[in-house]
């Protein structure tokens, strides 16, 4: 098993421009997560999937939208980049059975930088 | 709102050497999970040990244990036999039991000197 992967792993944007981050996963994991990771801290999350076709909000979701439509893949969009979007990101899964998500796995993460 | 604090920024270590990272939370569930994270200079984020609340015996993988006091909201990891490979930056964190969400604290910086 992959685990869970992520692409790209380093992206340089300019302000306005619009990307999205790809991540998949080969667990059959349900639930599928997106965290930022500033410089010195810890992470937060941006969104979350419980599965195919259901999205949540997390901590921090301004400035960015998501989508579900396979178990395996949750990209996240980011339409208009901006320099408070300097950041790595972090895709995440775990197994869960109804409101109880067991331990989260992390992909790579993605070093985003927006000038 | 849960909170996770870890009070050192920055640790050292002699390799053979044993260290205890430290880590408290605020929260006023009864049931939940903490989790001590490792990320190396690769940013991978990887799982070192879980300990879920309910549980009274402490949980151990391998040279790592953690040392779980719920009255105190106390929950610090022990690095036993430190090695070089061990020098990451340590997080601790914090999930509900019926939550999604890690509540991260803002790490630990761990250096391991041969």
């Known amino acids: 098993n992959a685990g869970v992967t992520q692409t790209p792993k380093f992206r340089i944007l300019k302000i306005g421009q619009s990307m999205t981050l790809q991540c998949a996963q080969d667990?059959?994991?349900?639930?599928m997560y997106w965290y930022r990771q500033d410089p010195g801290m810890g992470l937060k999350l941006i969104y979350y999937?419980?599965?195919?076709?259901?999205?949540d909000k997390g901590e921090v979701p301004n400035g960015y939208n998501v989508s579900r439509s396979t178990t395996e893949d949750f990209p996240l969009r980011l339409e208009l980049a901006a320099p408070s979007q300097t950041s790595v990101y972090f895709c995440?899964?775990?197994?869960?059975?109804?409101?109880?998500?067991?331990?989260?796995?992390f992909g790579p993460g993605t070093r985003l930088t927006v000038l | 709102a849960q909170t996770v604090t870890q009070s050192q920024p920055e640790m050292s270590v002699q390799e053979a050497e044993t260290v205890t990272l430290s880590c408290t939370y605020d929260?006023?569930?009864?049931?939940?999970?903490l989790f001590w994270y490792k990320q190396p200079p690769s940013r991978q984020m990887i799982l070192v040990i879980r300990?879920?609340?309910?549980?009274?015996q402490n949980a151990t993988e391998n040279r790592f244990s953690v040392n779980f006091q719920k009255a105190a909201k106390s929950f610090s990891l022990k690095i036993s036999d430190s090695q070089l490979g061990d020098a990451a930056m340590y997080f601790c964190?914090?999930?509900?039991?019926?939550?999604?969400?890690?509540?991260f604290g803002e790490g630990t910086q761990l250096t391991v000197n041969p």
């Open positions: 300990q879920e609340a309910y549980k009274q």
């Open positions: 964190a914090y999930k509900e039991t019926s939550g999604s969400r890690l509540t």
């Open positions: 995440a899964s775990s197994y869960g059975s109804g409101s109880s998500p067991d331990t989260q796995y």
């Open positions: 929260t006023s569930e009864s049931d939940y999970y």
């Open positions: 999937s419980v599965g195919a076709g259901i999205t």
């Open positions: 667990m059959n994991h349900n639930y």
